[in-house]
């Protein structure tokens, strides 16, 4: 029987589960941070996040190199699932909660967040919209330290108004497709530039 991922608007394609399922289903929801990384209860140091690997750099290097690409060509990414669940290794997070509910973000939640949300832009120095890939801060004071990708691949700082907009809608469609990270196969980002760019 074919088994369906629904989209935040309704729509559904049709899904590939994976050929180990999981025995239980891993929640992933804004909460305080209980790791000692993001929010501490004391005078001790705040431990330090450990380190992105040299192959998730890699992988982040190729999502902003085709970043643009890749949103001309989000009618294919959103009718494959095994594109949208595409893995992109980016570390969102807040200030308290660390990285829960923005944890395991795909191609298909940033396409679905840029196609759908206005906050999920900004304009760079020429007043050019430009995506935001990047999203850090505070939810209490709204201090932030975000970034969008240039159309050349480059990412660039910049400190957005409204950061609660921004960090809530993204977290929000992230949290839809939590569940369906885990039941269904998926591309690597490498394999999804491959089928539509052939680079």
């Avoid at 201090?143 to 957005?160: E, L, Q, R, W």
Wanted: net charge negative; aromatic share 12%.
């Amino acid at each position: 029987m074919r088994e369906y991922l629904e989209l935040t608007d309704g729509i559904c394609i049709e899904a590939y589960p994976k050929s180990e399922q999981p025995e239980k289903i891993d929640t992933d929801h804004i909460a305080l941070d209980t790791t000692g990384v993001y929010l501490q209860m004391s005078n001790k140091r705040l431990r330090k996040e450990s380190t992105i690997s040299e192959e998730d750099k890699a992988l982040i290097n190729l999502f902003l190199e085709y970043a643009h690409r890749l949103i001309e060509a989000s009618d294919t990414i959103l009718a494959d699932s095994r594109m949208f669940l595409a893995p992109i290794p980016i570390r969102n997070g807040l200030a308290y909660t660390g990285t829960s509910g923005f944890r395991n973000p795909t191609l298909g939640i940033y396409i679905e967040w840029w196609r759908n949300h206005k906050c999920a832009w900004t304009e760079d120095n020429n007043g050019t919209p430009q995506p935001i890939y990047y999203i850090a801060g505070s939810p209490l004071s709204g201090c932030n330290s975000c970034a969008y990708v240039t159309p050349d691949g480059k990412g660039k700082s910049i400190s957005v108004p409204h950061f609660s907009i921004v960090w809530r809608s993204f977290a929000e469609i992230n949290a839809h497709y939590t569940e369906a990270k885990q039941l269904y196969d998926a591309y690597t980002l490498a394999e999804v530039i491959e089928i539509l760019f052939g680079a």
